[in-house]
Nanobody, 116 residues
Framework: QVQLVESGGGLVQPGGSLRLSCAAS????????MKWYRQAPGKERELVAT????????NYADSVKGRFTISRDNAKNTVYLQMNSLKPEDTAVYYC?????????WGQGTQVTVSS
């Protein structure tokens, strides 16, 4: 079955950086686009970044454009989210997502807290 496992979250000061990872299994990773979402307390889950199956194409929410970079390693079945110049408003649980055979699959999420 599809499994997504996020890691790399933590507490970081404003202006700092984190790199999130999402290890995927249970499907042919290189055939599917991947997404990162986030959900802050009391807010709806929002799409942060997407990447195509080959990694050649990516898109970002306006709120993270120029600060976050999504990438993938198809040999390792892993998608990454490099987050730079972090702000307190980036505090959220971050989830990776894949839609496979019409079903949306989520990991358990990883907490990112940006605070001094």
């Amino acid at each position: 079955q599809v499994q997504l496992v996020e890691s790399g979250g933590g507490l970081v000061q404003p202006g700092g950086s984190l790199r999130l990872s999402c290890a995927a299994s249970g499907f042919t990773f290189s055939n599917y686009g991947m997404k990162w979402y986030r959900q802050a307390p009391g807010k709806e889950r929002e799409l942060v970044a997407t990447i195509s199956s080959t990694g050649w194409s990516s898109n970002y929410a306006d709120s993270v454009k120029g600060r976050f970079t999504i990438s993938r390693d198809n040999a390792k079945n892993t998608v990454y989210l490099q987050m730079n110049s972090l702000k307190p408003e980036d505090t959220a649980v971050y989830y990776c997502n894949v839609v496979q055979r019409g079903l949306s699959h989520w990991g358990q999420g990883t907490q990112v807290t940006v605070s001094s």
